[in-house]
């Protein structure tokens, strides 16, 4: 299975950006789908964007317009432009990355939106 190393988290106030990036071990071009989810406390993961080759991107009702997912293929990496920052957006976000036989997923990185 690739391995996916997230890093950007952090804590920020209420209104401020933050930017996670996703790398992954191997060449992504393999899978089909490469995305965001994230798991706040007591609640279930939850898909936050998601690119699938051939087809584009989609997002959560929660952070369109405000949220901007990205690939850079020749790195193989994923990045999630997170602008407009709520309270709620408060959660582990975690990568992801699917193809045929492989649902596989970083370890996590926590975001936190207080003031």
């Known amino acids: 299975q690739v391995q996916l190393v997230e890093s950007g988290g952090g804590l920020v106030q209420p209104g401020g950006s933050l930017r996670l990036s996703c790398v992954a071990s191997r060449n992504i071009f393999s899978y089909m789908a490469m995305g965001w989810y994230r798991q706040a406390p007591g609640k279930q993961r939850e898909l936050v964007a998601r690119i699938t080759w051939g087809i584009g991107q989609n997002y959560a009702d929660s952070v369109k317009g405000r949220f901007t997912i990205s690939r850079d293929s020749a790195k193989n990496t994923v990045s999630l432009q997170m602008n407009s920052l709520k309270p709620e957006d408060t959660a582990v976000y975690y990568c992801?990355?699917?193809?045929?036989?492989?649902?596989?997923w970083g370890q996590g990185t926590q975001v936190t939106v207080s003031s």
């Open positions: 992801n990355a699917q193809r045929s036989g492989e649902n596989s």
